[in-house]
């Protein structure tokens, strides 16, 4: 079970250094997927071999004076109730202000750990300064330098230290997990109802260690699963709805721990930059992706051109992952409700999928031959074997090509398409890697 760590402060403090030089560390280690380098509010942290999330809250404050300073105490409460740790950062240079005083106010009454983080401590004569925080109440501030980086190894010892020891929950392995997201309103309770039923003692219910995520256990009409449930659990504590970074964060854990995403959209209102925020969370968790489109029954004119408009606009939003099933159903009529369920299901076991290596050469090497990958300064990329790769959470190719640092991205989707054109990976992430042969 993943921790959270949220950075809050006011702006201009360094945040979103901080937030890339904790999630970098790890980018030798993942490839920079494509298309996910746009929100940079979310990514992982590895330290001494313990993995967390962190969140930078500093991407989503609306940029106006008089709903400014509202929108940041907006924030830190959202990240108060979300997080398992908080890291409030404030700015040496500026000494104490009345935000800080603010958001120290609101920390203080949360039970969460805090660490107070003293930012651009460039010289030693600079920690003298940081000793005007104490006033905040949260303890020792913890100098650093984001932009050069010194402190920042002692102050993950102290996250380390302060964040909850990860609980394992009762879910038993090797049953898929099937997650709803999307938007506030959307009609996440409403589709978990549908397909529960009001019979509800058929199912058990597992109340989920981390404090948002309950397991249901889903044993019924040949199926068998949990649903991992966020909705409506927690009071809603002054938390405006219409808050981005509310569904965001509500997602992150969901998401985070389970197999199959049923993302819903809402069909009276269309897709959405918030739908895209989600979007962009299952696809860097390499998540398999259900699109659901709620409330169809609310449609007036249903015909296949409206439905195929519709089907396209929502992949041209998501490329260049556009292979998943997108399904148009209503939670309130339970129509397709089922569908949804065997959508599911399918996608998860296209995750499994195995392509075996003569196979696969068989079919993609006359591929490759006919469309070689472009010839960069006049060299040629030969490409003479490929593989899949055992045991991983997703299907992963790998080609063994003489040039592989020249074969770029375009390259690797084209190859992906083709991969998918001939076996069933349907609503699956695919990881390409080319290596030297």
């Known amino acids: 079970m993943g921790n959270l760590v949220a950075i809050v402060g006011r702006p201009n403090v360094g945040k979103s250094t901080l937030f890339n030089r904790l999630t970098k560390s790890r980018r030798a280690i993942v490839s920079d997927e494509a298309g996910t380098t746009r929100d940079r509010q979310y990514g992982k942290c590895l330290w001494n071999g313990r993995e967390f999330s962190v969140v930078d809250t500093g991407g989503w404050v609306v940029n106006s004076d008089d709903i400014f300073e509202d929108a940041i105490r907006r924030q830190v409460l959202v990240a108060t109730e979300e997080a398992d740790l908080v890291l409030f950062m404030v700015d040496i240079t500026t000494g104490v202000t009345d935000l800080d005083m603010d958001v120290a106010t609101i920390l203080r009454r949360s039970k969460l750990p805090v660490i107070l983080v003293a930012n651009k401590a460039d010289n030693n004569a600079q920690l003298y300064d940081s000793y005007e925080f104490y006033s905040l109440g949260l303890g020792d501030p913890y100098c650093i330098s984001s932009a050069t980086g010194s402190g920042t190894g002692d102050l993950l010892d102290v996250v380390m230290e302060k964040l909850p020891a990860s609980q394992e929950e009762e879910v038993e392995d090797g049953i898929p997990r099937f997650a709803v997201v999307g938007r506030p309103n959307v009609g996440k309770s409403s589709i978990i109802n549908a397909f529960i039923g009001e019979d509800r003692n058929i199912v058990t219910e597992i109340a989920g260690t981390t404090r948002d995520s309950i397991y249901t256990r889903f044993d019924k009409f040949g199926f068998d699963f949990y649903l991992v449930d966020t909705a409506g659990i927690r009071r809603k504590n002054k938390v405006t709805e219409d808050l981005e970074f509310y569904s965001v964060m509500r997602s992150i854990r969901a998401i985070e721990n389970c197999d199959v995403c049923i993302l819903m959209i809402d069909a009276t209102r269309g897709i959405e930059a918030q739908d895209m925020n989600i979007f962009q969370l299952i696809q860097k968790n390499n998540k398999s992706l259900v699109v659901v489109v709620n409330k169809w029954d609310l449609v007036e004119d249903k015909t296949n051109i409206v439905i195929k408009t519709f089907e396209n606009a929502i992949r041209d939003r998501m490329a260049p992952f556009v292979d998943f099933p997108i399904i ?55 490409i003479k074997y490929c593989t899949q790769l055992p045991n991983t959470q997703i299907p992963s190719f790998v080609f063994y090509a003489n040039l592989p640092q020249y074969v770029k991205e375009p390259y690797k989707r084209f190859l992906e398409n083709k991969i998918r054109e001939n076996w069933s990976m349907h609503g699956c992430p695919i990881n390409i ?3 030297q042969k």
């Open 433 to 435: 890697f080319i290596r």
């Open 328 to 382: 148009f159903a209503s939670a309130i009529t339970k129509q397709r409700i089922f569908k949804v369920l065997e959508m599911a299901k399918e996608v998860y076991l296209n995750r499994t999928a195995k392509v075996g290596t003569s196979k696969l050469n068989e079919v993609m090497l006359p591929i490759i031959e006919a469309y070689p990958p472009p010839s960069v300064k006049g060299k040629y990329i030969k």
